[in-house]
């Protein structure tokens, strides 16, 4: 078992090596960011080793560093590693399954056959939401009392004022297929009668061909100027575009929460956003039962469309829904309950 004195216990953290690289950002970064330094202010001694090699497709030199580097930690070790690390590694993990008291926080389950292995090797897995527990409890073999969930915090912040016909479009994703641009852009582009404005916060470098062709058929379609892809944001940057922003709007294909949804919440910002993944989970009701924002199925611009037209064109649905997330706002948990809740996985690992 790690040692434990009057620093508290040990953790070695596994983490991609782009953790704070600002042109990537990303929910998992910061996720890990936020827990890393939740832990240490817990009085965990936390070490972290950021692996090279592009996780999560390494090449045989980031394998081997990353082999290495678990070989070179003491037996009874506490090791928690990103899952975007640790679920394409499973032979780095397995030779130390007995060794090393291996923790995956999985972020987004892969659901493959090299996942399995690799989550079979670990003392204890962390999800990220309820819904992503039940989705690695149905696919894989994992004792049920050995699978935890953190869910990702929010920190408090100003209120955001909104702007009385709720044009201010917002969304805050990595331009990528997975989180459906170009569904929201067909949306937008059947409610293009309407006044708005949309600005998508997010990297554009993860598939630039996606991103460019977003580009060009907003081109066509006459909504250059309204619709604006203006790369990553973090820190006062991303504070200011919630700020600014009336609705938050997420057309993702799958997402195993959704930070983005209580970030707009945490200002009282409605969201609209797919009936998929942990996007409900993140959404949640206000205390009297109300929800603050919209669902729609994925892969459906009509309905995405047709949610969007709701919004903008009914006063009393805007003022409803602000309200809801004015109240929503106020039950979020903060990053200390993540760290908490974290911490008390990788202790129960250690039994």
């Known amino acids: 078992m790690a040692a434990v004195g009057a620093g508290g216990r040990e953790v070695h953290v596994v983490l991609p090596d782009d953790i704070d690289d600002p042109a990537t950002p990303s929910g998992g970064n910061h996720y890990d960011r936020r827990v890393c330094g939740g832990l240490a202010e817990a009085g965990w001694r936390v070490r972290e080793h950021p692996v090279p090699g592009g996780w999560p497709a390494p090449t045989p030199a980031a394998r081997a560093d990353l082999a290495g580097r678990l070989a070179a930690l003491p037996d009874g070790a506490v090791v928690l590693l990103d899952g975007l690390v640790a679920s394409v590694a499973p032979d780095a993990l397995a030779p130390h399954a007995g060794r090393l008291r291996l923790v995956v926080l999985v972020h987004l389950p892969r659901e493959d056959a090299v996942e399995a292995r690799a989550l079979a090797a670990a003392t204890a897995v962390v999800a ?90 907003a081109e066509r379609t006459g909504l250059t100027g309204r619709v604006r892809l203006i790369g990553p944001r973090t820190g006062p940057g991303l504070a200011a575009a919630y700020a600014a922003a009336d609705l938050l709007v997420l057309a993702s294909r799958g997402e195993t929460y959704g930070m983005a949804v209580t970030e707009a919440l945490a200002r009282g910002v409605p969201v609209l956003a797919t009936d998929v993944g942990g996007l409900p989970e993140a959404l949640g009701l206000a205390p009297g039962g109300e929800r603050p924002g919209l669902l729609v199925p994925p892969d459906d611009p009509a309905a995405l469309a047709a949610a969007l037209r709701r919004w903008l064109g009914d006063a009393g649905l805007r003022e409803r829904l602000r309200r809801a997330a004015r109240a929503r706002r106020d039950t979020l948990a903060g990053w200390d309950a993540t760290a908490a809740a974290l911490a008390a996985a990788l202790k129960e690992s250690t039994t």
Request: proline share 9%; charged share 20%; glycine share 8%.
């Open 128 to 217: 990220t939401s309820g819904w992503a527990r039940r989705r690695l409890l149905d696919r894989y073999a994992l004792p049920a009392d050995r699978v935890y969930v953190a869910t990702p915090g929010v920190d408090p912040a100003p209120s955001a004022a909104g702007t009385p016909a709720g044009t201010e479009l917002l969304c805050v994703a990595a331009v990528a297929p997975h989180k459906g641009h170009d569904v929201l852009l067909t949306a937008l582009a059947a409610v293009a009668d309407l006044p708005w404005r949309c600005v998508c916060v997010g990297a554009t470098t993860r598939a630039p061909d996606f991103a460019e062709g977003l580009r060009r058929r």
